[in-house]
Structure formats: structure tokens, C-alpha cells
């Protein structure tokens, strides 16, 4: 019957064993391996008094020679004392340290790697083995959340892919939104979850986080995902073609004024108004006529002046469904196209349905544009004062293409300064 030590998870198995006493797990239980030097910590549970009072001897894989705890190696001189807890361990030692703390008890010792004897088994000199219960080693699972996509455009389909390895028994896995928890269709099929977000809109920003669980614990991977408007719709349904970088046509009602309607522009973007009537022209009257309804801008047409949207007036537009007079001037090279409404309407700036589509956005030029056209009209103004005339023309094709890159709200402005500091000296470019 084993004998198992006060308050601690050792117990002394008798029987014999072959070979080296590493191979001596069998007189261990289920879930019990031979007591090593590995497990010093443990083996220091054992007082003295118990160590020397048990009857038997009872061995484990340790050496102790000078007062060490090591493997117990058979061919080694230094390594051959074989470790043990017992009254009947010929070899004990109260003053020595060893593997229990102070005290060395051996089952033998000496020259046993001499003698082909050592770390074995031997009837009279050892009675068994000591048991120490094997330590649970956690099994947490190991979670990777991959996406199918590295840029989250409005409108689009995304799959997340929560894929767990390294998990034994049982496995439960769940989705987190901003640490709430979400439904998902497709879960827990091996060892992987999957979780659709369907024509994504900001609704769908936020961090979404995988949890997987099992008898040992929980582990988790998240990301984040932040939809972005295409070519500066919100709602990433611009109508306009991609080739026009800094103008959108949104779709969508606004509430009150005009001005008001940004929510429907993506990031970086806002209203187009009358400081983008440059930047509206440039749409063609090819893409002009399939641009399907009319998309409000902040202006209003004037016989003299393009002006701000204002309540009493008409509010400027650009679609084939817009009211359309041939007129030179107005905010618009293409004429007048405006919204329609009815006589009686109090405010003309507003949506309206029926006649609005949704609004023209217009991007907000960066600082970096902005500061990189500022130096390209400082570096052309020095020349001119340096009345290089030579470099002048090189350098203001250069500043002009940089310009060039901007909105046209800023690019104007820049342009103007340029031309005229350089006008009077060098003939531009028509």
C-alpha cells in the first residue's frame, strides 16, 4: 500500500524496477510520474522527520554528491549517488544539503558507476520508488483573428475568421463587438468561426474580438474595423466616376440648410460651395449626362455673381435630372442646372424630395498640400527677384503640377499668387 506524505502530492510506491530508475514510472498511478530532481520544490515538502521515520527506502531520480540534487547519471562518478527518503536508506547525512532541503538521505552511493550498479535497482538496498503527481500543464487555446481584406470600403462584404489551435477537450468559441456580445451563424466548426459583415457602413466600426474557451482557460485576438467612404461618400456609393479624386456625388437627404449636409461626404470631405466652382467644372458633360438625379451644392446662380445658397434663391445642382437653363453665367460652366421646387417653397436651400438626389462633396485639401504649394510660390518668387530667368520656367512647371494636385479651392488661390509675381518678368505658359 503506498504511503503518501503529509500535505503533500509525493507518495512512496513499493516494488522493484529494471534498468535506470527513470524507467520505474510504472510502479506509479495514472496521472504519477518517478520523483526527479526536477521537482526539488515539491520534494522539500517532506520534513526530515518524516523522511527518516517512513519504513522502507524509497528512491527517485537524483544525485546528491557534495550536497547537490542533479540527474542521476549511471556512467558518472560525480552524479552516481542514487537519492532517497526512508528509515531503511543506509546513507544518511543530517548536516548535508540535498533535494529535500537539509538532510541528505541516499539509497546507495559512492562508486556505483564503477561497479555498473548505479541509478538501479538493487533487492535490500531499495524498497520502491517515490511518486510525484504530475502538474497539469494548461492547454489554453491559441486564437488568430485574419480578416479577407486590408482596407474596409463602405458598401463592401467582409469575412472575419476566428481560426484556434493548440485546444483540447471540450472548445466554445464567441464574437464580441465592443465587448458585447454578437449572434454569428457559422461557429465552432473546426476549430474555426466565421463572421460575415455584409455591406459594411459605420454602423459596423468598432473592435470586434474572438474568444475561444476550454477546461483551462480562455484566449482571445480582436481587431479593428473602421469602414471608409470611397471617394468621399459616407455611405460609399459615390456616383460620380473614380477618376475624379476630389469630387463625389452622394446620395442621401440632409436635414436644414445645404451647408448642413456633410454627413452624407466621407472623410476628408465636405459640401461643395462656390470656393469649388473650379473643381465642379471639371466634371465632363459626357459624365455630367449619366450622372442619374441632381446632387445640391452650396451656391446659387446669379446673372451677375456666384453666390452662396440663400433661402429665396434657387439652389445650384449637377445631374441630368436637375432644371436646366442655357445661360453663360451662373455657378456652373455647364449653365444652370438647379433644383427643383415649387413657388410657394419658404426655403430653397433644403432637401427636397422629389427633386434632390443627395449633395456634391468636395475634399478638403491636407496641410502637406497646402504647406508643399505654399514653398513651391515662395521658391518661384525667389527667382524671380533673382530675375533668373532661365531656371524661372523650370521651376514653375514644377510648382504648378504641385498645385496642380490640390483641390481647387487652394489651387486657385496658389496659382494666382504665382502669376502675378512672375508676370512681370517672364512670359507664362498659356
Not at 27 to 41: A, H, R
Not at 128 to 143: D, R, T, W
Request: net charge positive; charged share 20%; hydrophobic share 30%.
Amino acid at each position: 500500500m503506498a504511503h503518501r506524505f503529509n500535505q503533500t502530492n509525493i507518495v512512496a510506491c513499493r516494488g522493484p524496477w529494471a534498468g535506470h530508475i527513470s524507467n520505474a514510472s510504472n510502479l506509479c498511478g495514472k496521472g504519477w510520474n518517478v520523483c526527479s530532481w526536477k521537482e526539488s520544490s515539491m520534494l522539500k515538502q517532506i520534513t526530515w522527520n518524516e523522511a527518516t521515520t517512513i519504513e522502507g527506502c524509497y528512491a527517485y531520480d537524483a544525485s546528491q554528491d557534495g550536497g547537490t540534487c542533479k540527474p542521476c547519471i549511471s556512467d558518472h562518478w560525480g552524479s552516481d549517488d542514487l537519492a532517497a527518503v526512508g528509515k531503511s536508506c543506509q546513507h544518511q547525512n543530517l548536516m548535508s544539503k540535498s533535494c529535500i532541503g537539509l538532510g541528505k538521505i541516499d539509497a546507495s552511493c559512492c562508486v556505483d558507476s564503477l561497479l555498473r550498479r548505479a541509478c538501479t535497482y538493487r533487492p535490500g538496498i531499495a524498497s520502491g520508488v517515490l511518486c510525484c503527481k504530475k502538474e497539469a500543464i494548461p492547454s489554453l487555446p491559441q486564437v488568430r483573428v485574419i480578416v479577407d481584406k486590408s482596407n474596409f470600403i463602405i458598401g463592401e462584404n467582409i469575412l472575419l475568421v476566428c481560426q484556434v489551435s493548440n485546444a483540447k477537450g471540450p472548445l466554445n468559441i464567441a464574437w464580441l463587438k465592443d465587448k458585447t456580445l454578437i449572434k454569428v451563424e457559422e461557429i465552432n466548426k473546426n476549430s474555426q468561426s466565421k463572421l460575415s459583415l455584409n455591406k459594411i457602413n459605420h454602423h459596423h466600426n468598432g473592435e470586434y474580438t474572438c474568444l475561444a474557451t476550454n477546461d483551462d482557460g480562455t484566449s482571445q485576438d480582436s481587431i479593428k474595423i473602421r469602414a471608409r467612404g470611397h471617394q468621399g461618400c459616407a455611405a460609399g456609393d459615390n456616383r460620380l466616376p473614380r477618376k475624379y479624386y476630389n469630387i463625389s456625388a452622394c446620395p442621401g437627404r440632409w436635414k436644414g440648410h445645404i451647408k448642413n449636409g456633410g454627413n452624407l461626404c466621407g472623410d476628408n470631405f465636405q459640401v461643395c460651395s462656390i470656393e469649388n466652382v473650379q473643381s465642379l467644372n471639371e466634371i465632363s458633360w459626357k459624365d455630367l449626362f449619366f450622372l442619374e438625379g441632381c446632387f445640391s451644392y452650396d451656391a446659387t446662380h446669379n446673372s451677375k455673381q456666384c453666390l452662396r445658397c440663400k433661402e429665396t434663391a434657387v439652389m445650384a445642382g449637377l445631374g441630368r435630372s436637375c432644371q436646366y437653363k442655357l445661360k453663360p453665367k451662373g455657378c456652373s460652366r455647364h449653365g444652370y442646372l438647379y433644383s427643383k421646387y415649387s413657388k410657394k417653397a419658404k426655403n430653397k436651400c433644403t432637401y427636397n424630395k422629389g427633386s434632390t438626389t443627395g449633395v456634391m462633396c468636395c475634399r478638403i485639401p491636407s496641410k502637406k498640400e497646402v504647406i508643399k504649394g505654399i514653398y513651391c510660390i515662395a521658391y518661384v518668387i525667389l527667382l524671380v527677384k533673382m530675375e533668373d530667368t532661365a531656371s524661372i520656367g523650370i521651376i514653375y512647371a514644377f510648382a504648378n503640377s504641385a498645385i496642380m494636385e490640390m483641390p481647387v479651392n487652394s489651387r486657385t488661390v496658389h496659382k494666382s499668387i504665382m502669376h502675378i509675381k512672375v508676370s512681370g518678368i517672364y512670359r507664362l505658359p498659356s
